[in-house]
């Protein structure tokens, strides 16, 4: 099994290697074979576009018969990425799983997740929950992200002033939500923390979340 799960990623990584339409690379990590880096552009007409975007893949034992174990390197603001430790929700890379599968063909349909998030099955819960609330403000912070951690290059529109994202805005936050609270005395790292945790972003900004807010950050 071992001897043809090598000749299966060697030949994998050959292929992609020639492949120069699809732009995912697949580089080995310290010359091991079962430990790669997989890497693709952000698709276009998304808040990820003009990112480069990296992935620590895993080969287990059993590949192809067991899906490889994949994770973001580069930070991703999206519902099914985690934004802590880059772990996905994408059911190809658990049951969905299926031998036919390449790395290349998983890569791409990371990068197909970047297109179309799945709030309703999400990795990272508060992520989903400012796409539900806010698409606006969710498309902003997911563009901070992208500059701040994928090397996207600012985009030249008149809200874009150049200016280096602030904690409160790659929280996907208002700046000006923040400063009303730390303005009573709390401390910006823990309003930030209860803003992100009670989704107080977009149509949840009203006298009922403004007190649970303050519930929270008196306890």
């Known amino acids: 099994m071992s001897d043809a799960r090598l000749r299966r990623v060697q030949k ?7 492949d120069k339409t699809s732009n995912i690379s697949i580089d080995m990590i310290d010359e091991s074979p079962f430990h790669l880096i997989g890497a693709f552009p952000g698709p276009p007409d998304t808040p990820y576009e003009g990112g480069y975007y990296e992935v620590d893949i895993i080969i287990p034992d059993a590949y192809p018969f067991q899906p490889v174990k994949m994770k973001f390197i580069t930070k991703v603001y999206h519902p099914n990425i985690s934004s802590a430790s880059g772990a996905i ?11 036919v599968l390449t790395l290349k063909s998983t890569l791409i349909s990371l990068q ?5 998030p799945v709030p309703n099955d999400p990795q990272d819960a508060e992520v989903a929950k400012h796409y539900l ?9 997911a ?15 008149k809200s874009d002033t150049g200016k280096v994202a602030t904690d409160a805005e790659m929280a996907g ?22 803003l992100k945790k009670l989704n107080y972003r977009g149509n949840n900004v009203n006298p009922q979340s403004y007190n649970a807010v303050l519930e929270e950050l008196l306890k």
Not at 12 to 18: M, S, T
Not at 112 to 116: A, K, P, V
Not at 143 to 157: D, T
Request: glycine share 2%; proline share 3%; net charge negative.
């Open 112 to 116: 197909s997740l970047l297109c179309e």
């Open 12 to 18: 994998e990584i050959k292929d992609c290697a020639k």
């Open 133 to 141: 609330a806010d698409r606006e403000s969710f498309n902003a912070t």
């Open 143 to 157: 563009k901070h992200w992208a500059q701040a951690y994928a090397q996207a290059p600012a985009h030249k529109k």
């Open 173 to 194: 936050l208002s700046e000006e939500n923040v400063v009303g609270f730390t303005d009573m005395g709390f401390t910006r790292e823990q309003v930030i923390t209860i």
């Open 89 to 99: 929700c994408l059911d190809i890379l658990k049951d969905a799983w299926s031998p």
